[in-house]
């Protein structure tokens, strides 16, 4: 993986520094402004994708090594080693590099209306690209050392064999240990809460063709999402299950002061 991300990231750059390259020329002419824009989207939609693959890889094989070491009963030490990287360098360049592609994105759009000076859009790129340099050198190492560690996991213990008792005893803990299924959807409603009102900031400041499209959708659904979310997180908590009144009240009521305050934002 610590390859793959590797070469994907040096496109990218290569990529965005053909894209510099149309920027600087975008002010020439229609035709060169409407070459940068259209790079833009593809440089924009490429880096997302490969600076997603760093989070897609260490949420991976957390679960791989968490799982492993639950059924090999090898201890918690080797999950605690693995959330190591978190206090690592890669870290911030992990997160930096897509905040900052998404700044860009919209920066971009709000240039070229007039809605803020020009100066704003080169600097978010220059830092954009010094992020993804940054991630380039550190994020491939982190990626190593943990492919190390889950190597080392594997050589030193071994999973049950299957239909043996001692199999039949951890599919049985298994069960009894697992997240019910409402609680982990809640997780996904409450993220994509999030994701919808980022989608529209996207569409009205990052788009050619979108920025005319209404919030009021997107605001709803996002509320609509917020309460679910709380309320199935509350309710379906495997250690303090709520009532559903103590479920259901809290969450109902933060819908609505959220559907309110987007009323007065928007």
Known sequence: MATIYRSLTTAVLILWAYLISTGLDAGSSQEALSLHLKVALVGALMGGAVQ??????????????????????????WEQRHRLWMKGRAYPAMYAAPFLTMAVAITGSMVETGRIPHVVHPILVFAAAMAQVAGLVLVPGAMKRNSALMDQLADEYQVPKPESPEMEDLIAEEERLSLPALFQMSRWLLLFSVQVLLLWLYLRFGTEGFRETPAWPFAAVSCVLLTLGMGLNARHDPDHPKSPMKAWTPATLTGLAAAIGFALIL
């Open 52 to 77: 997603s693959l760093p989070f897609a890889y260490f949420l991976g094989t957390h679960f791989w090594i968490k799982a492993f070491a639950r059924a090999s009963r090898a201890g918690d030490e």
